[in-house]
C-alpha cells in the first residue's frame, strides 16, 4: 500500500517506516519541515491549519503518530502544546482526509492508555470508560478529533498504546543508566500496574491494524501481561544482573516531575489488548523478561 505517516522520526515512526518498507509498501512523511532529499515528504502545519488535500490524493492508508512529547515537567505551556498537537493535529488531518475525491481505506491513529486514568487493579478493556486527569482528557479528545474522517467511512481504528519499551528512547532508556549502575528499584508503592508493550510488537501491531478490515475503534496496544511496577523494576534488575532495590519514594516523583510523575510513573492502569487479541493478533514477545532480554540483548 501508499502509507501516510506522520510522526515519523518519533519512537514509534522511526521503527514503523523501515519495517513498512521492507514489507514492501511505499512510505510517504508528512512533516513540518524537509527530511531527507531521497524520501516524500507533504509539508504540513497543524496548528495554522495547513495541509495540502491535493498532496494526498492516491495514498491508500494513513498512520497518524504525531504529538508533542509528553516527557518533562507539566507546565501550562507543555500541556497546551501536548494537547494541540495530538487534539488539533488529529482534527486537521482528519478534515483534510475527509474532503478527498479518493479517501483512504483506513487510518490507524494513535491514542494512549492514559485514557483509563489511574484505575488500581480494575482490569481495563477497550469498553471501560475514561477515567480523570490530564492524559484522559487529551486522550478522550484526541480519539474524538478522528470523527469527521469516520463520517467519510474512512475506518478508523484508535491505537491506545501503553508504555513502550525500546533502548532507543521512552521510559526504558530513561531506566537503563541508573539500573546498570545498580541504583534502580520501585516507584512509589511499587503496586501500581504498568502496561508495556515491545517496540518490535508495536510495529506489527500497527501494521495488523492497516490490513485487518475487521478491526476499528479503540484498540489497546499492550502485551497480554501486563505487571505491577515491583515486577516490573524486579525483571529488569535481572535481565541487567543489577540489584534494584533502591526505592524512589511518591514523594519524590511528585516534587521531581509534579502532575506528569502522578500520572505517568504512579498511576495504576491494568489493560488487556481484548480486540488485538480477538483479532487474530499473535505477540512475539508476550512476557516481560524475554521482551526485555531481546530488546537489551541479553541471553
Avoid at 68 to 73: L, T, V, W
Avoid at 115 to 144: H, I
Avoid at 145 to 172: H, K, M, N
Wanted: proline fraction near 7%; charge should be positive; aromatic fraction near 6%.
Amino acid at each position: 500500500m501508499r502509507v501516510l505517516v506522520t510522526g515519523s522520526t518519533g519512537l514509534i515512526g522511526s521503527a514503523l517506516v523501515p519495517f513498512l518498507h521492507a514489507g514492501g509498501h511505499e512510505v510517504v512523511r508528512l512533516a513540518r519541515a524537509p527530511l531527507r532529499a531521497d524520501e516524500k515528504v507533504v509539508l504540513w502545519d497543524p496548528e495554522a491549519g495547513k495541509l495540502d488535500a491535493s498532496e494526498l490524493e492516491g495514498v491508500e492508508a494513513v498512520v497518524h503518530l504525531a504529538g508533542e512529547n509528553i516527557a518533562g515537567r507539566w507546565t501550562a505551556e507543555k500541556k497546551a502544546r501536548i494537547r494541540n498537537s495530538r487534539v488539533r493535529g488529529t482534527q486537521v488531518l482528519a478534515e483534510t482526509l475527509a474532503r478527498l475525491e479518493r479517501p483512504p481505506a483506513v487510518l490507524v491513529s494513535a491514542s494512549a492508555i492514559g485514557y483509563y486514568g489511574d484505575r488500581g487493579d480494575e482490569l481495563l478493556r477497550e469498553e471501560s470508560p475514561p477515567g480523570r486527569g490530564f492524559l484522559a482528557d487529551v486522550a478522550t479528545q484526541w480519539e474524538a478529533a478522528t470523527e469527521p474522517a469516520a463520517q467519510r467511512g474512512i475506518r478508523v481504528v484508535c491505537l491506545r498504546f501503553g508504555i513502550v519499551l525500546s533502548p532507543r528512547g521512552g521510559a526504558l532508556a530513561q531506566m537503563l543508566p541508573p539500573f546498570r549502575l545498580g541504583l534502580g528499584g520501585p516507584i512509589g508503592s511499587g503496586q501500581q500496574y504498568w502496561s508495556w508493550i515491545a517496540i518490535d510488537d508495536v510495529v506489527r501491531a500497527i501494521q495488523h491494524a492497516l490490513l485487518t478490515e475487521t478491526l476499528r475503534g479503540p484498540v489497546n496496544v499492550v502485551a497480554p501481561d501486563p505487571v505491577r511496577n515491583r515486577e516490573f523494576v524486579r525483571t529488569l534488575g535481572r535481565v541487567l544482573g543489577r540489584p534494584a532495590l533502591l526505592p524512589m519514594p511518591a514523594l519524590a516523583v511528585r516534587v521531581l516531575f509534579g502532575q506528569m510523575g502522578e500520572e505517568l510513573l504512579l498511576a495504576s492502569q491494568r489493560v488487556e489488548p481484548i480486540r488485538l487479541l480477538a483479532s487474530g493478533f499473535v505477540f512475539q514477545y508476550p512476557d516481560l523478561e524475554g521482551a526485555l532480554r531481546h530488546l537489551l540483548r541479553k541471553s
